[in-house]
């Protein structure tokens, strides 16, 4: 089985270093999502291991066969790479039919005329688009254009394939379907997939790992239950999904919790705090916090504010002297003051020097 093997990948256009020594291991078949915000080096890495940009250093191997080494000087050309790519613009031929459009790789790949037709019409079936190969591509919605795209990736069998925002041109419903859709036929052929996304959502629902890229290096490396339960940093606990970091200081400190004293004067126990100073982030996501009648273990007095509704759930802004931060629950629940239970095994504690800088998003308010 062709592991792809990355090995200290740097990638640097002139003084902008947009890859740092990036290490990972694919195993054969394995569905990867590069995830991160814009211009973390998500694409830059991809384009490296199709070969459409040139490493700075490292090394990049699909089993035995090596795509590029700088201790050698070896870099293969994305045409002897077999992979299959996709982008975000489909660049299909405009001028050309879809069968055409599937044609032309193959082609290129001296593939003769019977085995062609064959490939393109498995291909065209693969991603249910059999009776469209005489068509144009204005013919066709963007959700059909993209499958062509995949279908016109996968007609030569690669050995990788390699996704840039497939499917960020389609409309909410469509790209939902799309991601279901996409999955089953990857699993199905068991190629190896590298998938690139800013959208968390995307990146839970499909992958079997997911790469948290930032500043052009890995933060986390893990399943998608364990990046969103088991976030490694702060940066990473902000960026999928939505959390709150309570500032606090660490008053005792055990090997399996703590106990923290909050802003507001009030002491929780929390989850084991790392080591180094006292002065922490409680990280816990707001529909993990309770609303209570009264007061109780792990609960603090706290004035519920604005609401807004997120469509499942409604969102509420709380606040006591120190402290501000957001909880859900799945009903409306009217202004005042309420006590907000923080489950001790909900709670991911981080030193405050690593603070993230926060993305408030905007919602209706109720
Ligand atoms: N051709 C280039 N020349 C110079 N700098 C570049 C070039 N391509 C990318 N960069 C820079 O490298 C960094 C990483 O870019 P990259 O396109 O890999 O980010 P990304 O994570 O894919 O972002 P996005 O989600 O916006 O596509 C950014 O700072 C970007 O400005």
């Not at 902008?16 to 054969?28: E, G, H, N, Q, Y």
């Not at 249910?128 to 499958?147: D, H, N, T, V, W």
């Not at 939505?242 to 200081?249: A, P």
């Not at 816990?284 to 309770?290: D, F, G, S, Y």
């Amino acid at each position: 089985m062709a592991d792809l093997v990355l090995e200290n990948l740097t990638i640097a256009y002139g003084n902008v270093t947009a890859v740092r020594d990036v290490s990972l291991t694919i195993p054969k078949g394995e569905f990867l999502t590069l995830l991160g915000p814009s211009g973390c080096g998500k694409s830059t890495t991809l384009f490296a291991i199709a070969g459409l940009n040139h490493a700075t250093s490292g090394r990049i191997a699909l089993g035995e066969r090596v795509f590029f080494d700088d201790r050698t000087g070896r870099s293969e050309p994305p045409e002897r790479r077999n992979i299959g790519l996709v982008f975000q613009s489909y660049a299909l031929w405009p001028h050309k039919t879809v069968a055409d459009n599937l044609a032309f790789p193959l082609e290129l790949r001296k593939v003769g005329r019977a085995e062609r037709d064959r490939a393109i019409a498995e291909a065209l079936d693969l991603v249910e688009m059999g009776a469209y190969a005489r068509r144009y591509p204005f013919e066709l919605s963007g959700g059909q254009q993209q499958r062509v795209a995949l279908a016109r990736a996968l007609v030569y069998r690669p050995s990788l394939l390699l996704l840039d925002e497939p499917l960020s041109n389609l409309d909410a419903k469509l790209r939902e379907r799309a991601r279901v859709w996409l999955r089953e036929l990857q699993e199905r052929l068991n190629v190896t997939t590298i998938y690139v996304t800013h959208d968390q959502a995307e990146a839970l629902a499909v992958s079997d790992r997911i790469a948290v890229m930032h500043n052009g290096t890995i933060r986390q490396l893990g399943t998608p239950t364990e990046i969103y339960e088991q976030p490694s940093d702060a940066f990473v606990a902000d960026f999928i999904g939505s959390s709150n970091f309570l500032e606090g200081t660490v008053v005792e400190r055990g090997a399996s919790g703590s106990r923290v004293r909050l802003a507001n004067g009030a002491t929780i126990a929390t989850s084991a705090a790392p080591g180094g100073p006292g002065e922490v982030l409680v990280a816990i996501r707001p529909e993990r916090i309770t609303l209570a009648d009264g007061p109780g273990e792990n609960t603090i007095p706290v004035t519920l504010g604005t609401g807004s509704y997120l469509g499942s759930v409604y969102q509420y802004e709380v606040s006591t002297p120190g402290l501000n931060f957001r909880i859900q629950t799945d009903r409306r629940v009217p202004q005042g003051d309420v006590f907000a239970r923080i489950p001790p095994e909900a709670t991911t504690l981080f030193l405050k020097s690593e603070a993230p800088v926060r993305n408030e998003e905007a919602a209706p308010v109720v």
